[in-house]
């Protein structure tokens, strides 16, 4: 029986071709804007794994505010509590010279490096650079990162002790400002003064960034950026431990030692690589939920209209459910008939989205930075939703058709 109903769906679903492949639009749009959604936010979370990853595992990342509120407290009020605190890297950076200082002498720490984000546009000649992420910090910064030249070398701790004004800068950087030109000893402008571009940062294959490009960047020495600012911001600083072993022993080191600067104020984070990981994690799945929920109503949408259709195509039959009743077609008979036509044209909608989406990705993974990530269970989860739109509204349709008289049916005509 089941068969035989499958195999009626897919007949009159072929007999009125435009009217189902309507009917289908609706689960098509809403599978494939919610794998979309889904997809590009795990692409971005891959992509961001991949680079906290390429840091390495023994690398604590000091911010100004407390971005995280522990969850271990005993108190059930701080667990309900516990989380990400946007809000609180926003403002003034609470780190200090002392902060600095105190990361670097610490045991087992055997590199840091603390810098500062200067807001400055970068020209050369007429041409204008307004979305480069212009920073000051200090050589040990390029080792910490394991970032590596294309051309030309990363300044030294000498240009840094002299405040020379020499500069770093990124492969979509050099790529807006000189073009196929070699940058090596060319002048590059920041708020009116020039720096000499000694090197070129090898081209990242990151898709997406921690806030910033990594492509599209200027480096500068931290003292040359005082020298020009007037000014010593620690935006932040990174710390290498000698182990992995020891990171959280450093870690813990550090929140004392930090805590002890600030008076015993809790107005930083210490965030080893997992957390930071965890923290943005986190982020992307609020904004991923978000969105996948607002392109899932699309999915609503797609339900009411197969009930719609099914409603009118009951009105059609009538005569085919009379005559079927007649012979002796039972309420289950009927409405198994009609529920699974519902099933079938919200299955083939689901399946068409699937493969549009796929498809999606693949075009967005060719124009723009980030490959989308589709998982069985996304792909599961999708035909799962088309199955249950299907069930939901092709029952109130198939119930109506079962529960004709016959006579009344035929009567009808």
Do not use: C
């Amino acid at each position: 029986m089941i068969w035989q109903n499958i195999k009626n769906a897919f007949l009159s679903i072929k007999s009125a071709k435009l009217r189902s492949a309507l009917t289908a639009v609706g689960v098509v749009i809403g599978v494939f804007a919610v794998l979309v959604m889904v997809g590009v936010g795990d692409g971005v979370k891959a992509d961001i794994e991949g680079q906290i990853s390429n840091l390495g595992t023994n690398v604590l990342t000091i911010t100004s505010g407390k971005l995280t509120q522990s969850a271990s407290s005993s108190d059930p009020k701080q667990q309900k509590g516990s989380g990400i605190n946007l809000a609180s890297g926003i403002g003034a950076s609470t780190l200090t010279e002392a902060d600095v200082k105190t990361i670097a002498t610490t045991p087992n720490v055997t590199s840091s490096a603390a810098f500062g984000i200067i807001s400055s546009s970068v020209t050369k000649d007429q041409a204008v650079n307004n979305s480069a992420f212009v920073i000051a910090t200090t050589p040990s910064y390029f080792d910490i990162r394991k970032l590596k030249t294309s051309q030309g070398s990363f300044f030294t701790d000498s240009d840094n002790n002299k405040e020379e004004f020499v500069a770093v800068i990124g492969a979509d950087t050099k790529q807006s400002l000189f073009g196929s030109e070699d940058p090596i000893g060319r002048t590059i402008t920041l708020r009116g003064k020039q720096f000499v571009v000694s090197g070129v940062i090898e081209k990242s294959d990151a898709g997406v960034s921690l806030g910033a490009n990594p492509d599209d960047i200027v480096i500068i020495p931290i003292n040359s950026a005082i020298k020009l600012t007037g000014k010593n911001d620690v935006f932040r600083v990174i710390a290498e431990v000698d182990s992995e072993k020891n990171v959280e022993k450093v870690k813990a080191s550090l929140e004392q030692s930090i805590r002890s600067n600030h008076s015993g104020s809790d107005d930083f984070s210490v965030l080893t690589q997992k957390e930071l990981l965890n923290t943005f994690n986190s982020i992307l799945d609020i904004l991923t939920t978000f969105v996948a929920a607002i392109a899932a109503i699309s999915l609503l949408v797609g339900g009411i209209g197969i009930m719609n259709i099914m409603l009118v195509t009951v009105s059609e039959r009538t005569r085919e459910i009379g005559i079927r009743k007649a012979m002796g077609a039972t309420f289950g008979n009927i409405m198994g008939q009609f529920l699974t036509e519902s099933i079938i044209i919200s299955l083939i909608g689901g399946v068409i989205g699937v493969l549009a989406s796929y498809l999606a990705g693949l075009v967005i993974a060719n124009f723009a930075d980030i490959t989308p990530v589709y998982s069985p269970i996304a792909l599961i989860s999708a035909l799962g939703a088309s199955l249950f739109i299907g069930v939901v509204f092709g029952t109130a349709p198939a119930i109506k058709a079962a529960r004709k008289h016959p006579i009344q049916a035929l009567k009808s005509l």
